[in-house]
């Protein structure tokens, strides 16, 4: 009989515990529901039928956090959580966490932004340890669930700070309402993949930043001598992701920068 009591208390508090990352995931005030952002991610990488991304064209996760830093959506585009880059769960949060807190309402700043001078001698140079990700937050609960809309990463704050592409602050009515971040394939396929999510979901209304058309894209303009010409620069990654950023407008060539 003690037995049987023991696992029916271990079972409500199991229960006790799913319903609570569930309220916790609803309670979170969020510019993109998880549903939303797996929909849209599944359209914007050629594996789950979207367009090619320049780079090794894998399949994907994206993250969302609010204005305060707190993940509140988070998915794959995979059929299944190991479809994808395990370690993708955490940079894509990351990002979305960086591009959040390092924009403005006047001025935005993507990851990739950060690349040049957070490099020994620049001015951000140890940027990448300021915030460390919380490891109680990234590896709570069952990865069974991580992806889905009650992934145990949402309601709560992970931190981490990501210095290359693929995050970007999302803007609406003049201010920024959080970030979004995408990783899984090259960080410069990343910069695409994720310009076009935050595209397709309608935040892309930057007011201002670094790049020649006053926005938060990669500028490629990383040189020989390893230097930025722009102090925002990113170096390429070796396939087609540049030729496709220069398309849908995520990214300038050298050649294009002034």
């Known amino acids: 009989m003690a037995h049987i009591r023991t696992q029916a208390v271990a079972a409500c508090l199991v229960l006790g515990a799913s319903l609570a990352v569930a309220q916790s995931a609803r309670a979170v005030t969020c510019p993109v529901l998880s549903t939303k952002l797996r929909q849209v991610l599944q359209q914007s990488v050629k594996p789950s039928g979207g367009p090619s991304n320049g780079g090794f064209d894998n399949n994907e996760w994206a993250a969302v956090v609010n204005r305060n830093g707190t993940v509140c959506a988070i998915a794959f585009s995979g059929r299944s959580v190991d479809q994808q880059w395990l370690a993708s769960r955490a940079i894509a949060a990351e990002k979305a966490f960086t591009a959040n807190g390092m924009s403005l309402p006047n001025y935005a700043l993507s990851t990739a932004n950060l690349y040049a001078q957070a490099q020994p001698g620049g001015y951000l140079f140890g940027a990448a340890l300021s915030n460390p990700p919380n490891p109680g937050v990234l590896y709570a609960g069952s990865p069974a669930t991580y992806g889905t809309p009650t992934d145990p990463m949402i309601g709560k704050t992970l931190g981490g700070v990501i210095v290359f592409a693929g995050g970007l602050a999302l803007y609406q009515n003049g201010k920024v309402v959080g970030g979004i971040g995408a990783s899984g394939d090259t ?69 294009q920068v002034k």
Request: hydrophobic share 30%.
């Open 187 to 255: 960080s410069c396929a990343d910069g695409n993949i994720v310009w076009r999510l935050r595209h397709a979901l309608g935040f892309d209304h930057v007011p201002n930043g670094p790049s020649p058309k006053h926005n938060d894209a990669v500028i490629y303009d990383i040189g020989p001598n390893g230097k930025s010409a722009s102090g925002f620069g990113h170096p390429t990654c070796g396939g087609k992701e540049v030729t496709i950023a220069e398309q849908i407008g995520a990214g300038y060539a050298p050649g």
